[in-house]
């Protein structure tokens, strides 16, 4: 099993900062994608940012520029730096370590409110 510890999150004014962490522990395999998801009131779950093992990133073409993700091997945590925050990026954020289509994990979610 897969235990993900999130950590950020909170209110923060458009234009401001936060900083998100993910914390992955148990019986972790060497190669997985661990990024985060969010979820806004009466939408779907979306995929925010993601990166490898290997180093490879990707991010949602809403947050490209404004979010920036790493990863900190030693002790299997991502980070998600969220800049240039929008009213939209206002949802509740969740950490994802996933091996593929099957075995994934997710974190409890952690809120992130933008206000005007």
């Known amino acids: 099993q897969v235990q993900l510890v999130e950590s950020g999150g909170g209110l923060v004014q458009s234009g401001g900062s936060l900083g998100l962490s993910c914390t992955a522990s148990g019986n972790i395999l060497s190669s997985y994608l661990m990024g985060w998801y969010r979820q806004a009131p009466g939408k779907q779950r979306e995929l925010v940012a993601r990166i490898s093992t290997g180093g490879s990133k990707y991010y949602d073409d809403s947050v490209l520029g404004r979010f920036t993700i790493t990863r900190h091997a030693n002790n299997n945590t991502v980070i998600l730096q969220m800049h240039s925050l929008k009213l939209e990026d206002t949802a509740v954020y969740y950490c994802?370590?996933?091996?593929?289509?099957?075995?994934?994990?997710w974190g409890q979610g952690t809120q992130v409110t933008v206000s005007s």
């Open positions: 994802n370590l996933a091996y593929d289509l099957i075995r994934e994990y």
